[in-house]
């Protein structure tokens, strides 16, 4: 399958309309170049408010978690599945605050959420695919069976939402340890060593940072030139809940949908969809500069410039939930301002 | 008069809920920064949403217009005052999508607005100082007379938006020509040659540059060592919309109502009101990177770090109004997030 473009003569259309804006010329910046591609997105100009907009977290947990990557314990990532489901993470309050709806999901997470009720447990693990993915240094993260089985959990899941109307999609991460196998994921995407792609993740000290850096070089070499392919890629070194995303992503851009991309789990995701099928990358925007460099490094690669850079490190896909107010504001101009061939009086620039 | 700072004791108290969310230390960047302000501003904690945020544009000419230091003639500073009356400008797009109130005040435009009905004529002049200001290379923007006018209508006009229930106040600017006078008092602020001040506002190109520069130059050797004074340098170098732009700043900090800035205008305004009351720019934070060089110098000078960078150079206040929902992030972290004392069960990282 090839993945269609958005629609170029729409895009001329909307960068037409931009451009007969009473606005000095460019004086819109970035979100023109937004409003444009919002616009060319949908098909339409102007382009339709964003109402819709859904996040999903796919949580799980990874091997290298017990094996020195990460500042906190597993256990944290069942606890944070439970805060978001109380609706009382950092990202539950920035999508309220945005009218952004979530929904989580436990992909891999290396626990049975006995105590949730029956319905809640059935809703968050309904895609999970293994308790916990492989340690990638000394063993692949799934088998080819599972890294199908997650690919196809996303799409199916970016199916549902898309279907409920999303009109943009955002995909948040949960999962302690799981920068080591995303950075992993970007260095096998762009042919770079370990020492490139690693960072300090929740906030590593040099000792920790070290110790990530050798378990990515070793899964890098472990898993050789499979690293050419993206799906072996992802089986190697990806994880459950990252191989879903990447279904998830890839589907949003089959689908013509468009996506505000995260951090640095997001993005190395969205890197492996555009490597499964070229193109994929033109439906989405980046929300957020990550402090991980592999983020920055792929996104670069995908030819996309973060819309906000506050310093954010909490995951969760907060980055691209607090920069859905910009896409937002590039929505309302093209929408909203006057034309200059609307204006009339002494005062006409035309 | 001494300007109060944000409440420190609960600037502190601020600090430590932030450091008692539920989230990694640190992980919530400059949104927590921005929400321990807020916080102290409103000297309470956690803060409360900012339900009501209002924009007052203050709108002028500008002697040097004539002069070729812009793109645009006079006559769109009128043009855009009705544009904004119509709801159709581009801050208007941005204040409508984010619930921001917007009233346009013509503090010095070159006309008599004859042409519209007489109450919305009166809301809009009753605050006018005169038709235009002086052409600064030429001689002084205002008489003395009139730069007390002016600063006492905007701060008038902030006790007004206050009283109307303000939690947070913006200050927008439209006036063809504005860059010049608005760089020549980051210039005398600061210390700084006009070459260092001089950008190119809506898109002039290099000829209009060095006239620009030249006249800003002009002007600052005009003024001589009156620049020492800041009250003296707004009737110098200013205009009678920067100086009630300056009066509506020194009032919100004066009231203990925090401020956000937009572009080159509102903070070379701000770096007056902090020069009148130092401690005044306690009470601010800055929206949005102006591609106007005076605009970072003197955010430098104020210590305060734009949260947003989208390359917008619109003025108006859009900058600032876009950052809004920013602000807003910030406070819905420190208010809804879970304290780590508040999570139970296995995963309680305590």
Redesign the interface.
Known sequence: MTIQTPDADVRAQAADRLAA???????????GDIAVWVAACQGEVPPRPLDNVRLVIFAGDHGVAQHGVS??PS??????V??FL?G???V???A???GVQVRVLDLGVDEEFA?LDPKTREALTSHKVRRGSGAIHLEDALTAAETSAALEAGAAVAREEIASGAQLLISGDMGIGNTTPAAAMVAAGLGLPASEVTGRG??IGDDALRTKTNVITAALARAGDRTDDPIQTLAALGSADLAATTGYLLEAARSGTPVLLDGLMSVACALTADRIEPGAASWYAAGHRSTEPAQSMALEKLGLSP????????GEGSGAV?AV??V??A???L????LLS??G?????A
């Open positions: 804006l009473a606005t000095p010329p460019g004086a819109l910046g970035r979100l500042a906190f256990a944290i990532t069942g606890a944070m439970r805060t109380g009382r993470a950092g539950s309050a920035l309220k605050a945005h105590d929740t906030g819309l906000l850079d506050l310093d954010l490190r909490l607090a107010p910009v937002r504001s929505v309302a101009l929408r909203d301002v006057a609307e204006l009086g002494p005062g006409d620039p």
